[in-house]
């Protein structure tokens, strides 16, 4: 299912996102102090096609574990490529994502990667169309 999710992020197919993860699932990714809800994600998930385009995850690897506390996560690695669509400038980033399961439904999504450089992305786009 996660190979999925990464799919159809990568296609921009993001409604077909939202079923894989419960209602009340914490998102927390680049700063992990600050968690977000599912709407505040689902919103942030736009911003990556608003920003780039040409978007691929390359190298993508994916492993599912339970763990001695009981949980089990999907971790994936890989390597985000874009281009932003305002400065024509690509893009990369190695990610990391781990993916807690509740039964069929995942309850927890934490994402590793260097926000400071995709939020210079967004800014210098924003910057770019005028906005």
């Given at each position: ?5 990464h ?13 894989a ?5 914490v998102f ?12 505040t ?9 608003d920003?780039?385009?040409?978007i ?11 763990y ?21 400038e ?30 210079d ?6 910057a770019?169309?005028?906005?």
């Amino acid at each position: 299912m996660v190979r999925q999710i990464h799919r159809n992020y990568e296609a921009g197919n993001l409604d077909a996102l939202g079923p894989a993860f419960a209602d009340d699932c914490v998102f927390k990714w680049g700063d992990h102090t600050a968690p977000a809800d599912k709407a505040t994600w689902q919103a942030g998930l736009g911003v990556h096609h608003d920003t780039f385009q040409d978007i691929r995850l390359d190298n993508l690897y994916v492993q599912t574990g339970d763990y001695s506390d009981g949980n089990t996560w999907t971790t994936s690695w890989l390597e985000w490529n874009g281009v932003n669509k305002a400065t024509g400038e690509p893009a990369a980033f190695l990610v990391h994502t781990a993916h807690r399961w509740d039964g069929d439904v995942i309850v927890e999504e934490e994402v590793f990667f260097d926000i400071g450089r995709f939020q210079d992305h967004v800014e210098a786009a924003a910057a770019a169309s005028g906005k």
